[in-house]
Structure formats: C-alpha cells, structure tokens
C-alpha cells in the first residue's frame, strides 16, 4: 500500500498535466507512448511523471555528467594529455602537397578526357 502511495506522489494525473499545459490529453498519452513523456497507467488512468520527480531525475543526470566530465579532466591530467591549439607546416612542404594533389588530379581526369576526346575525334 505504501508503494501505492509513493508511485501516486511521484505521478499527476495525465488530464491535469494537459490542463495545466493547455493540451488535449489525447496529445498527453501519445506523448507518453511515443516516449517523450514518462508515465504510466495507475488505477486504471494515464498519469504523467511529475515535475519534482523530472526535476530529481533531471538533476540525477546533470551530478552524473559533472563527475563523469571531472573524472575524464583528471584521467587527462594523470596520463600527461597535451591539447593541440596550432599546427604550423612549412611553405615548402604545403607547395609539394600541393603539387602532388595537382598531379594526381590530372591523371584521375585527364588521362580519361584525353581517351575521350580520342574516341570523339575518329
């Protein structure tokens, strides 16, 4: 009974979550079959999670994310991790680069437009 009690404080009645948020309980329970609402069937009748215990559970997740965000700092720190901020390539290294793009550009289309221009011209 005391479970009973305690499921009901944790729920609101889906009808007066629709009231109180101006929507068709309709709305209410396909939200909660679609999954973008939490609650049940209690008694017989659609019941919505209630704020305190979204709030909770809300709350629960954020404390969850902060230690697990503070523990991946600290695995960070201990293993000597470096941030990258700036890469510098010296001019000379980007020209063969740029070179090497150039000339493997003329033998995917080139090579294909001469074979083509070939045929076209007999």
Not at 10 to 39: F, M
Not at 51 to 64: I, L, S
Not at 81 to 86: D, G, I, M, S, Y
Request: one cysteine or more; a negative charge; hydrophobic letters at 40%.
């Amino acid at each position: 009974m005391s479970e009973e009690k305690d499921e009901k404080d944790e729920y609101e009645l889906a009808s007066d979550y629709a009231e109180r948020h101006n929507k068709p309980v309709e709305d209410v329970i396909t939200s909660i079959g679609q999954g973008t609402l939490e609650g049940c069937v209690i008694d017989g009748k659609w019941h919505v999670e209630s704020e305190a215990r979204r709030d909770e559970r809300g709350q629960k997740r954020m404390e969850a994310e902060s230690k697990r965000i503070k523990g991946q700092e600290k695995a960070d720190r201990d293993q000597g991790l470096v941030k990258v901020t700036r890469i510098r390539i010296p001019f000379g290294d980007m020209v063969v680069l740029y070179l090497q793009v150039a000339g493997a550009a003329l033998i995917v289309f080139g090579i294909p437009a001469l074979i083509f221009a070939l045929i076209t011209a007999s």
